[in-house]
């Protein structure tokens, strides 16, 4: 009965008819001690179609607290050739300003606000963002673009964040990262009262100068409220000078308060002061959290962080991982003695099986021969606070095979996941008996051989039934229609697979470049026809008109597909498609296109749609978990109570098993399906139903036997019981 009801896109009653610029203008704040949610939750759409012309959208996050709301950047903007001049006139984008202004100047549930260089040269919104109520959070994207492109903005910028009293977050962040920016940063400075109230700074992405590093290690050492740091190559690696501090004296500072921390570097940095910082970091008192993504230094490089689990008494989550670029003649290079490198993960095998704080572990496997895997995994099952271990790049000869072997016998299965494994020739042929290994991807150039093309490795995937995800990349010299029809023929046998990626590495000269535009394409067919996959990438891919009509169809019929990422010629007429059906999809949480086409109209529409989605899973979460138990969160279950994405949610936040998140959501959705149940959760009850006896002796509402009641039941969802709501000025 899902499809038949209207989306709850209001915690209790909306407005018919569409609220006018000026009425949500004069929408005053009601978000409370008393009452989380504030009524400009019920207008959500009519704010975003306003706001469309300057590029933001208001939303909640699963993240935050419920109530919570962000002005976040459009998650097409970098595509959208409006949001180049939105700043310059019109009679939409001022409009959209107006309605900025107030919602950052009245909102105290507005809380986080994103910018970007567009948003920097515009006064009116750095304004409103200054003078903001609420705002407490705010993320910056591409800050290096604005410090290249529009040098008198940086100023701009970090004035801005400087000055704001009560933000307590501050993130610097890319949209792109593969993308490293080379030359550090020439002014890089935060004064003010933001130096004092931050309590989350991420600038990982951020390259500074040494004299910039001396000063933000000048500002954390005078900050007490830091609980969330990450730093990136120049800070983490600063071990300082005669006259400044380094990046460990500021750990040993802080190690009563910081409870996160993440690494994330891309340059060496000597292995005596790596040694120093580890140290440091394993007398960090509330330490919970630690993220390295850095480079291998020294004889022991990252598998030095094992000391941390040996010795931290707080330590609760922990990743060491290498950068995706990083290959395994670069390993070789650092690793010349391979008893040094056994030596290394020796640390490994002598701490893990003896913690009893580590909840979670993922580490980047490469190099770790088939004995060492073997070993590994064995110390994993003498330990019992582990519950999830996620493993990259076992690509050394023997090991996958060795590692599903170890985890099969020790009953590893539930705990274990391998991340995303590379397919080689070397372990093609042993895929089919790794039952472990979920998700694989293949890069077509690797099987260029007589023995072992291409068409092989897709025949051996065919037999994997155990495989959920799939990532290809098909190279010019490896395309042809007969690959593709191969490749469409293992898609549509029966498997398992819930996400596909398919990248066309595609010369224009190829003579598939032209075939593709006037004809079906036989992969985009059988994704199409595949009604259990979760996700779908197709990239470089030129889509007839039948090719849209049969991906809109998919979309249209499917329970399960929440994601789809196409670029290509002719997306834009696929969106065209899509737009007209898509508010009657309860199941799409992104949508990324690569069009260009005048399509403004069709694409809001998806955007508005994709964000009810997500606040639909987000809400729905919290009623499940018992965060919240208000109309609010309790009328979300109904819509997405099947949605792969909720139990997914359910499994991280609860940390159980799938089948045990599926419990949990059964039993959210029988907690409201009782009568009296039903009736207080809509708050027309406080306690039961109970019914005025009427003198014919007529049966009343409360006298419906249980299976009567059910049967109504199916006909009434909680979003259906409308509440009064505060009329708007």
Not at 313 to 321: G, N
Not at 352 to 374: K, S, V
Not at 544 to 552: A, F, G, H, M
Not at 631 to 636: D, G, R, T
Request: proline share 4%.
């Amino acid at each position: 009965m899902e499809q038949e009801h209207s989306a709850p896109q209001r915690p209790q009653n909306e407005c018919s008819t569409r609220s006018s610029s000026a009425d949500l203008r004069n929408t005053p704040c009601t978000r409370g001690v008393g009452e989380p949610v504030c009524q400009l939750l019920w207008h959500l759409e009519e704010c975003n179609h306003l706001l469309f012309p300057i590029g933001y959208q208001l939303i909640d996050q699963e993240d935050d607290d419920v109530g919570e709301l962000r002005l976040v950047l459009h998650p097409q903007q970098d595509v959208m050739r409006h949001c180049e001049s939105f700043i310059l006139s019109g009679v939409h984008a001022r409009k959209a300003i107006e309605l900025f202004q107030s919602l950052c100047a009245v909102h105290r549930c507005v809380t986080l606000v994103e910018l970007d260089y567009k948003i920097a040269m515009s006064k009116p919104l750095l304004s409103a963002i200054q003078g903001g109520v609420g705002v407490k959070r705010v993320h910056v994207y591409d800050f290096h673009d604005i410090t290249w492109y529009y040098p008198a903005l940086n100023h701009v910028v970090l004035s801005l964040v400087s000055t704001m009293e009560h933000v307590d977050e501050l993130v610097f962040r890319k949209r792109h990262q593969g993308s490293i920016s080379i030359v550090p940063l020439s002014s890089f400075s935060l004064n003010g009262a933001v130096a004092t109230t931050l309590k989350r700074l991420d600038v990982a992405d951020v390259n500074l100068g040494d004299s910039e590093v001396t000063k933000l290690i000048t500002l954390l050492m005078g900050n007490d409220t830091m609980t969330d740091l990450a730093v990136g190559t120049s800070v983490c690696t600063f071990a300082g000078s005669k006259t400044s501090l380094g990046f460990a004296d500021y750990l040993a500072k802080a190690k009563n308060t910081l409870r996160s921390l993440t690494l994330r570097s891309v340059g060496f940095c000597s292995a005596p002061y790596l040694a120093r910082l580890v140290h440091t970091i394993c007398k960090m008192t509330a330490l919970q959290e630690l993220v390295v993504d850095m480079v291998p230094c020294g004889r022991e490089g990252t598998d030095i962080f094992a000391k941390v689990v040996g010795r931290s008494t707080s330590l609760r989550h922990l990743t060491v991982v290498l950068p995706p670029w990083w290959d395994r003649c670069m390993l070789n290079d650092v690793y010349q003695d391979p008893d040094g490198r056994f030596r290394s993960v020796r640390r490994w095998l002598a701490v893990l099986p003896h913690t009893d704080t580590l909840e979670t572990l993922t580490l980047d496997m490469m190099g770790f021969l088939q004995d060492e895997c073997r070993m590994l995994f064995l110390a994993l099952s003498e330990n019992s606070s582990i519950w999830k271990v996620t493993v990259h790049r076992l690509l050394e000869w023997g090991s996958i095979e060795c590692a599903c072997r170890v985890i099969r016998a020790c009953d590893l299965a539930e705990r274990v996941v391998i991340s995303n494994h590379n397919v080689s020739p070397n372990s093609l042929s042993k895929l089919p008996t790794c039952p472990e290994v979920k998700a694989v991807t293949v890069y077509s150039h690797w099987f260029q051989t007589t023995l072992c093309d291409i068409r092989v490795a897709i025949g051996t995937l065919a037999t994997c039934g155990h495989l959920r995800s799939l990532q290809m990349h098909l190279f010019d010299d490896a395309l042809s229609n007969y690959v593709l029809t191969t490749l469409a023929s293992c898609l549509v046998a029966p498997n398992r697979l819930s996400d596909v990626e398919v990248n066309l590495h595609i010369r224009l000269y190829n003579p598939l470049h032209g075939l593709q535009c006037a004809r079906e394409c036989p992969l985009i067919r059988a994704v199409s026809c595949n009604p259990n996959l979760n996700r779908i990438t197709l990239r470089q891919f030129q889509l007839s008109e039948v090719d849209c009509q049969l991906l809109t169809d998919a979309l249209r019929r499917s329970t399960n597909l929440h994601g789809l990422v196409l670029s290509g010629d002719n997306s834009g007429r696929f969106l065209q498609l899509l737009a007209p059906m898509a508010l009657k999809n309860y199941t799409l949480l992104y949508v990324s296109l690569s069009t260009t086409d005048d399509s403004d109209d069709e694409m809001k529409i998806l955007v508005e749609v994709t964000r009810r989605n997500r606040s639909l899973i987000s809400r729905a979460a919290r009623f499940v978990l018992g965060e919240n138990r208000s109309p609010y969160c309790a009328a979300a279950i109904e819509f997405v109570s099947r949605h792969p994405r909720l139990v997914q949610v359910v499994m991280h936040k609860a940390a159980v098993g799938e089948e045990r998140a599926r419990k949990m959501i059964q039993r959210a959705l029988e907690s409201i399906s009782s009568m009296d149940s039903f009736m207080m959760v809509v708050r027309v009850v406080k306690d039961h139903v109970e019914c005025v006896r009427q003198p014919d002796g007529s049966t009343q509402l409360d006298q419906l036997n249980y299976d009567c009641w059910l049967h109504v039941r199916q006909y009434l969802k909680v979003a259906d019981v409308l509440h009064d709501c505060e009329p708007v000025p």
